[in-house]
C-alpha cells in the first residue's frame, strides 16, 4: 500500500527498493543522526524505484506536495 505519511524505518539490515510516484512533490529520504536530528540524504522529485542500502540506523521517508511511497523488501 502506497504512503502518504512520514514513516521511521529502524535497525533493518540489508538492500530494500523504494517505489516512488511523485505526482508533483517529493519523497526526502533522513537518516537520524542523533536522536531527534534528522539529515536529508536524499529528495526524490521522479516517479522510479530506487535501492536504498539499510545498515542498521534509522530512516524516514517523508513525503510532500501529493508524493507516495513503498518500501519494498
Known sequence: MAQTETR???HLIGEYVV???ANGGT???QIEHAPGVWITS???AADGA???LFGGGTLRFVPSGGATY???A
Do not use: A, W
Request: proline share 0%; aromatic share 12%.
Open 8 to 10: 521511521e524505518f529502524g
Open 19 to 21: 517505489s516512488v510516484q
Open 27 to 29: 519523497v526526502e529520504v
Open 42 to 44: 536524499d529528495t526524490i
Open 50 to 52: 530506487f535501492t536504498v
Open 70 to 72: 513503498e518500501v519494498h
